[in-house]
């Protein structure tokens, strides 16, 4: 018990010690970039924003198919975890995209394929939410939430190559495998965008373990309504 | 999620905002920007771009050279029709001659981000957004702490409550008898 109080403490200082660095140099340290001028700092929130919740539905995918497959509780509280937490960031994904797009582009949203594939990525996170909450338990409710999560880990690829696949407005890929070729950035505006990406994504992690540890405490609850209720039966 | 992980992240929030109200002085960059209209050039015996100078708002003049090689100097420079021209010294030295010239004759103010009186980009300026688009970023640094500390909240609030409606199941005399 102390050793996970313990080591839960140190990851979250150690994500905060993160959050403070990206921080810093976001606002500070990095050099405020000619063409758009400060705006483009807010790319450091947002591309990191992009990555998780694009790494998360692929998390979510797979423990929801490893679930079908091995029956293990814990695996789809990691899914439901992981779900959650990854709607909020693609939900905070869209918003800071938009409000860096109106004074870039001078729109809020155009239709290209980078933003509609991100767009579709948060509605099928709203989707496998609502359809857990919405469809009663059992086998059926596991493979249909199990189709959604995959059809949004597909998506996710496509919105990774998206701006290079149908070249628009938006930035070419910079960070992954295929990062690199045409959108090669600065090495401070890279390392800042490198560290700012580990600290969402230990912040993700952080977050998507206290909802694991809930979805735990929600299970016990209901675990422990069962146990009453059964007792109630045989006395009465 | 307990009070002293809240405290924690909050905390880390709170130094993060001291740094912004610094905003319009915010990045110490190690290069600086400036505004203008070219005003000359000088051009190797090859065609090739040297350098240049240009007339900033206050009417001072400023001579910046360019380079080609591992640092070099960037281009971004639009046409009369706005199509834009991207390239760099290392590529295209001569037809940098020609964009300049052109920007030269039009008025057509540029912005050149410059270290030790070299050209590190020469760009078109960009409309004076450099400065008024503050309001932007201000906004979107409050959404995404807002909406995330939201939902960390949430998060300890339901957490608060299943630890309560656990606690009190615990202490009822069905669980009790069927443990």
Redesign the interface.
Known sequence: MLRTILSR?LF??VT?GM??LT??MV??????E??????Y??LF??VP?AWVSMVSIVGVAVASLAYIRFKDIRLDRLAVAMAETGV?CG??ML??GM??A???WETWWTGEAKLTTALIMFFIYVAYLMFRSYHPAGAQRQRIAAVIAVIGAVDSLIIYVAADLWQRAHPPIILGPAGGKDGAIASQFGLTLLVAVIAFTL?YAF?AS??Y??RS??D??VE??R??D???GE?S | ?NM??LV??T???L??YA??PA?PG??????E?FDGVITGYTTAGTGELQSFTMVNAKGQMLEFKVQAGAQTTAY?LENQAGDRWVSDQSKDPVEAVRRLRDHQERFAPV?V?ARDGVAL?V?EK?GG??????G??F???T??WL??FG??FI?SR??RD??R??AR??A?P??Q??K
């Open positions: 403490n979250l200082a905060a959050t403070v921080l810093w606002f500070i340290w990095a050099p405020t000619t063409e758009q001028g400060n705006i700092r807010s929130f947002h924003l909020v939900a905070l918003l800071t409000m860096w109106r004074p870039v912040l977050v206290e909802r540890r809930i405490a929600e016990d609850v422990l309504r146990l009453a059964a007792s109630e006395r | 999620m002293r992980s924690a992240l905390i880390a929030a130094i993060s740094a912004l905003s915010l990045a110490q960059s190690a290069s920007v971004g912005t981000t980009s760009v960009e957004r450099l400065e008024t688009n503050l932007y970023l906004a979107i640094y959404v995404t909406a995330f939902y960390v998060l339901r957490q299943l630890q409606e656990i199941l615990k009822a069905a669980s008898n069927k």
